[in-house]
């Protein structure tokens, strides 16, 4: 897994580098940040949660994005936390494992108002579009970079369908009990290997103070969450 990511991220910057304005565009980013999906079927899961998103706000045309799907799926993991957190984070220390291209993290900015610390641990090479695409949409106020995660701590942690593609190995260290809540969207198979009994260990590690659901959502991808007990 690390190995294929050495391959990609060389891509992605070369990518970035040679079309900044039109980045979205290019396939490798696509396939590795922001792949195409129906938009239709985040439309009729936010009909699954209850939450303050009823609309999907304006998107970005930074990176003069093709499609919007990535935009819309991000607006239901915003909705998703609220309803499985019974909360929103306008004011959380926030930190999140593999930042995409950035949207994310734009999307609190943007529809929250977002003024706590917000942190993406990635790499290098991603990070240089996550910076291009927060402070052209005047987004990057409080965002910290990071490569590792040790030190990391706050309120919640998020990571979408990125803890897979880390080599169980590399994955050592994250501090989930650093956090009051925990919200993980996985790939059970990425790269061809089962991670189901990653997350169940993890279930099993932390049971005793927080609250974990471990589950498929409406799309059949698995979603691990994490709660503080009180």
């Known amino acids: 897994m690390d190995k ?31 792949p195409p999906t129906k938009i239709d079927s985040f439309i009729q899961l936010l009909k699954h949660v209850n939450s303050s998103v009823d609309k999907f706000p304006e998107v970005s045309k930074v990176g003069n994005p093709p499609f919007t799907s990535a ?5 239901y993991y915003l909705a998703s936390m609220e309803y499985f ?39 290098p090479e991603l990070q240089e579009i996550q910076k291009f ?22 309120d919640l942690l998020i990571s979408t369908f990125c803890i897979e593609e880390i080599s169980e190995e590399s994955r050592a260290g994250i501090p989930y009990d650093k956090f009051k809540y925990v919200y993980i969207v996985y790939n059970a198979n990425a790269f061809g290997v089962s991670h189901i009994g990653y997350f169940k260990n993890l279930k099993n590690k932390y049971c005793d103070k927080y609250t974990i659901k471990h589950e ?12 503080i007990k009180k």
């Open 216 to 227: 498929r959502d409406p799309r059949g991808r698995f979603r691990f969450t994490m709660e």
């Open 133 to 154: 695409y927060l402070q052209k949409n005047k987004t990057y106020e409080n965002v910290t970079f990071k490569n590792k995660w040790h030190d990391c701590k706050g």
């Open 4 to 34: 294929e990511w050495d391959y990609f991220k060389n891509r992605i910057a070369e990518e970035f580098n040679r079309d900044k304005d039109n980045f979205l565009h290019r396939k490798t980013i696509q396939q590795c940040l922001c």
């Open 85 to 123: 957190f019974e909360r929103t984070f306008e004011s959380a220390d926030i930190t999140e494992i593999g930042g995409g291209f950035g949207n994310l993290c734009h999307l609190f900015k943007t529809y929250y108002n977002h003024t706590g610390e917000y942190t993406i641990v990635d790499f």
């Open 71 to 75: 935009h819309h799926r991000h607006m």
